[in-house]
């Protein structure tokens, strides 16, 4: 079983957001189970699991896990193919998001689309290195700090920007023969707290911040950028940078890794 995996496929996506299969995909990811055990989890019919299992088995969310007889029976004993599940913009690729339509390094959407662009890419590779055979470099960097004042925040903005602009700089190779072009993103967020729910659950709950555009608050992102002499953050990319990299940062490579 994969740890995460992400689903592509807009009918797959379509599959796993119906709220029985979702139940069953988190029972499965557990422990393998035949339909007669999952009914008496889910209150529902051994014969309607087994419906919503073939869909979830059609589309590759569930695998058979091996076989066991009770009475004059033989069970499938069914299991997720993975322990998560991310669904890919791909899955809505005529709506998904476009972070070169619009550029604003303060902005919470263009972030959002940039996260998104993320996702696919990533998923996009993990697909390609799994049918090629071929293990796939990556480099992910996730943190947290909790900064002082705004002020603080804006200086610390202002340092990440310049200290990243610097290494595209100093190790960007656009003229060299063979070389491999990787993206980088660097994102600054509010961290989300996660709070426990009436039936025992989690949900995820924002902390707002006030939107200072002027001192860079809440929000930055640097995606692939060149610093010019001044000092200031230009908006125009060059060819995408060469570690893919995020604060929440990750790194999406080629298939074959050097």
């Known amino acids: 079983m994969l740890d995460v995996t992400v ?12 709220p029985t299969r979702a139940r069953l995909l988190a029972e499965l990811a557990s422990a393998p ?3 007669a055990m999952l009914a008496s989890r889910v209150g ?5 699991v087994n419906y919503h299992l073939k869909a979830l ?4 969310l569930v695998e058979l896990a091996g076989e066991r007889r009770k009475g004059n029976v033989t069970e499938r004993l069914m299991r997720a193919t993975a322990a998560s599940y991310v669904i890919s913009p791909l899955a809505l690729a005529a709506v998904q998001p476009d972070p070169d339509r619009f550029r604003d390094q303060l902005s919470a959407r263009w972030l959002l689309a940039l996260g998104a ?9 993990i697909t390609g290195a799994a049918k090629a055979r071929k293990r796939l470099a990556t480099y992910a960097l996730d943190g947290e700090v909790r900064f002082a004042s705004a002020a603080d ?4 903005v202002q340092e990440l920007t310049a200290g990243v602009s ?3 700089r100093k190790y960007d190779a656009p003229d060299a023969e ?15 707290k996660d709070q426990p729910t009436a039936d025992g659950q989690s949900t995820a709950v924002g902390q707002p911040t006030v939107d200072d555009r002027a001192a860079a608050e809440g929000r930055s992102a640097v995606d692939g950028r060149s610093e010019p002499a001044d000092g200031r953050t230009t908006t125009r990319d060059r060819r995408p940078a060469r570690d893919h990299t995020s604060v929440r940062e990750r790194s999406a490579p080629d298939l074959d890794p050097q």
Request: overall charge positive; cysteine-free.
């Open 7 to 18: 689903i592509e496929d807009p009918e797959a996506a379509a599959v796993s957001l119906d």
């Open 33 to 35: 189970a035949s339909a």
């Open 44 to 48: 529902l019919p051994r014969q309607k």
């Open 57 to 60: 088995e059609r589309h590759g």
């Open 117 to 125: 662009r993320l996702v696919r890419d990533v998923g996009t590779l």
């Open 153 to 156: 925040r804006a200086a610390f």
């Open 166 to 168: 610097a290494l595209i």
């Open 178 to 192: 063979g070389g491999r072009d990787h993206r980088i993103v660097v994102a600054v967020h509010p961290t989300v």
